[in-house]
């Protein structure tokens, strides 16, 4: 359909000529993230959302590309922020790290300051209790993807691909009778991903947790157009410290950068941000494409832009200055919720789930929600004795203290 010849057809019918456009103009999205490591798939979440807000796009789905047990209820903790608590989360395979050498704990993603979806989760209204209890991706995919319109959505990748892969291998089943790959080349319009680096390098998604070999077979075996926004582009814009200016304390969004930055007010790289924005602004005048040729993957999961054979794939190049991104990038990443239910504010911290038992004395330091270090070698009596009067955050955590690493490893607990 030609949005253009639609939209002068019906100009005597403004609301019908808005639904039209809206129709076939708006992306679909689907975002496939590996949220709960770096904080950027955050930043790309709220960013979604955002957007969503504006009615540049509709969000379908966020798919998770490891099976973090803190993950999906984090990810539900900013859908219901935003007001769509009851988007869809699906959940990689479990079975799929059972052969690796990579050991996959309840939840990998402490950082120096704690894990920022441990704290969205045991802070903020959700109603999704762990991961486990999520649909695989698999099926939520071949589910939405048989359901919609043929070429009607747009996957945005800003993690490994391993979703992808086992999508494109899926059989038939009660959703649809294609496979996968049939499957996807019916009904996806685009993909985006956040892979790579260009012309050619070794890029985290692409590689880490042997995801080499998932990697090769996504991109080689995908049926559609997809365009890469490749290490180079993110790295280079920096945003987030505008959230402790513009946005609340208690946004989660600037919680979940203050933690994972140990600190206020600072910027981490916009990788996964990049491939959003493209998803659903295209090149916009943002971005130059590079079209001709394709991506080459590695089993090591390194790649490398040939000239031949011409794909459709191609790779982002930057055309508009990195500090008018950074302010495109930062002003929807600071945008607050639009429509729907007002924001609830935190449940109190006595509410809070995954709480531990404290360990012995000596052992902690205390931190608060930023990961300032409060004081160390402490317990919960220590603390109220080291500060007399203090009013309590609402989250603080102790953390079991590394002395050697001056870094906070383990939630252990939570003082309420
Ligand atoms: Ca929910
Ligand atoms: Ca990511």
Not at 145 to 173: E, F, K, M
Not at 207 to 234: C, H, Q
Not at 249 to 254: A, F, G, K, L, S
């Amino acid at each position: 359909m030609n949005c253009g010849l639609v939209a002068t057809i019906l100009n005597t019918a403004r609301l019908i000529v808005v639904l039209a456009f809206a129709a076939c103009a708006v992306p679909n999205i689907i975002l496939d993230t590996d949220f709960g490591g770096d904080v950027d798939d955050c930043g790309a979440l709220a960013v979604l959302h955002a957007l969503a807000d504006n009615g540049e796009c509709n969000i379908l789905a966020v798919m998770l590309s490891v099976p973090d047990y803190l993950s999906g209820p984090a990810v539900d903790v900013v859908n219901t922020f935003y007001s769509r608590p009851d988007l869809p989360i699906g959940v990689a395979h479990r079975d799929i790290f059972e052969d690796r050498t990579f050991s996959l704990p309840k939840s990998q993603k402490v950082m120096a300051c704690g894990s920022y979806a441990e704290y969205l989760a045991d802070n903020y209204p959700h109603d999704v209790a762990t991961s486990d209890e999520l649909p695989l991706s698999t099926n939520l995919y071949r589910q939405i993807l048989a359901s919609r319109p043929d070429t009607s959505v747009t996957i945005v990748t800003v993690g490994y691909l391993i979703n992808i892969a086992h999508l494109l291998q899926s059989p038939p089943d009660e959703y649809s009778d294609l496979c996968g790959r049939d499957l996807v080349a019916k009904k996806v319009k685009a993909w985006s991903c956040m892979g790579g680096a260009y012309p050619e390098g070794r890029e985290w998604n692409f590689w880490a947790l042997n995801m080499g070999p998932a990697t090769k077979f996504a991109v080689d075996n995908w049926p559609r157009p997809v365009t890469f926004s490749g290490y180079e582009i993110g790295s280079a814009i920096l945003t987030g410290s505008t959230l402790a200016e513009e946005t609340p304390y208690d946004n989660p969004i600037r919680r979940a950068y203050d933690i994972y930055l140990c600190g206020e007010g600072k910027n981490r790289e916009s990788w996964d941000l990049t491939a959003v924005l493209y998803a659903v602004r295209g090149l916009a005048d943002y971005w130059a494409a590079e079209t001709n040729g394709c991506n080459e993957i590695a089993a090591d999961g390194s790649n490398a832009w040939q000239a031949s054979p011409d794909k459709q794939h191609a790779y982002l190049k930057q055309l508009k200055s990195t500090s008018e991104m950074k302010d495109i990038l930062d002003g929807l990443l600071t945008q607050p919720p639009g429509e729907g239910e007002p924001y609830k504010t935190p449940v109190a911290a006595s509410q809070a789930q995954h709480r531990l038992p404290l360990g012995p004395n000596g052992s902690f330091g205390v931190f608060d929600a930023t990961g300032r270090l409060i004081t160390r070698g402490t317990d919960r009596a220590c603390f109220y004795s080291l500060h007399p009067g203090t009013r309590m955050p609402s989250a603080v955590h102790i953390y079991r203290y590394r002395a050697e690493e001056n870094l906070a490893a383990r939630a252990v607990g939570t003082i309420h």
